[in-house]
């Protein structure tokens, strides 16, 4: 009579019936039967990952894609905190002449404040008189050109036109274009009015238009040798005005143009007791 044993092993039964084969062996060959299955369960994981994976790669930008910080970063708040912005370097001023044709300027008259330390009178900015009845007025600096307009000039009754550009760097640079200076009769004030009419048609810029240094913008009609471009610095154009000295913002070159024409007005003015400064004070 033969006796059957059976062994129970979990996760597989295994009935041994007088085999030859040890149950160590059977399970090692149960086993052995059901690797495969399990590699390839493995493979077909890793496969499904990997195709998930590369889905949402494909399908992730970089506004949603966010690296982990390292451990030597802070991360980051909630709300950054606010930061003024700065310019790097601010636009430096830089000034040229106000008339196309120097050969035509004969004299020009300085800025000198109130209490120059030779005496000279009080000016504000600086002057270009020129001979000749018609000149080119250029920009003298880079910048937004704001208005123009025909003024009568108090007390003497005399014409003449006004206009304004502020520089990029936020200096206020401004014209009168005289036809003459000083006091004058009827019949001269009258043509002055027709020349500053003449001019203000003449402008080739509107109000609101880029400028930039050296362009021309409208020309100087003259009646004598004291007509001239009157310029003038203010440092904004708010209250109180407060007057720059041209000449500090112009090359050493165009300094050289104005000083024999300098010392001509001082020497016509003065009979030679003055020797001004580009810049007195």
Same mark, same amino acid.
């Given at each position: ?11 597989? !039964?295994?009935? !041994?019936? =007088?085999?030859?084969? +040890? ?21 077909? &994981? ?52 106000? @008339? ?17 330390? @030779? ?21 003298? @600096? ?23 550009? @502020?520089?990029? +760097? ?5 014209? &009168? ?12 004030? !009258? ?26 913008? =409208?020309?100087?009609? =003259? ?12 440092? +904004?154009? +708010? ?43």
């Amino acid at each position: 009579m033969r006796r059957c044993l059976t062994l129970l092993v979990v996760p597989l !039964a295994l009935t !041994a019936c =007088g085999s030859t084969d +040890s149950p160590a062996d059977a399970v090692t060959a149960t086993r052995a039967e059901q690797q495969p299955e399990a590699e390839d369960s493995a493979e077909d &994981s890793a496969e499904t990952l990997d195709s998930e994976t590369a889905a949402d790669n494909d399908e992730a930008t970089p506004a949603d894609t966010a690296e982990a910080p390292t451990e030597a970063e802070e991360p980051a708040s909630a709300e950054p905190e606010p930061t003024e912005t700065q310019p790097d370097d601010p636009v430096p001023l830089i000034v040229t002449h106000p @008339i196309a044709e120097l050969d035509a300027m004969w004299a020009s008259q300085p800025f000198a404040t109130h209490d120059n330390g @030779i005496g000279i009178q009080f000016h504000n900015g600086v002057d270009y008189f020129v001979t000749e009845p018609q000149v080119t007025v250029l920009s003298a @600096i880079s910048g937004t050109f704001q208005d123009a307009k025909v003024m009568e000039r108090q007390p003497d009754g005399a014409f003449q036109v006004n206009l304004m550009i @502020i520089a990029d +760097s936020g200096q206020v640079v401004s014209y &009168s274009l005289e036809p003459s200076a000083g006091p004058a009769d009827e019949a001269k004030i !009258a043509e002055q009015a027709i020349l500053s009419q003449q001019m203000l048609d003449a402008m080739t810029v509107e109000r609101g238009e880029r400028v930039e240094m050296g362009q021309p913008i =409208g020309i100087l009609l =003259g009646q004598d040798e004291w007509a001239h471009v009157h310029m003038t610095v203010k440092q +904004s154009n +708010s209250q109180p005005e407060i007057w720059l000295c041209p000449m500090e913002y112009m090359s050493p070159d165009e300094l050289n143009d104005l000083a024999e024409p300098t010392q001509v007005w001082a020497d016509r003015l003065y009979q030679g007791a003055k020797t001004p400064e580009f810049c007195n004070t």
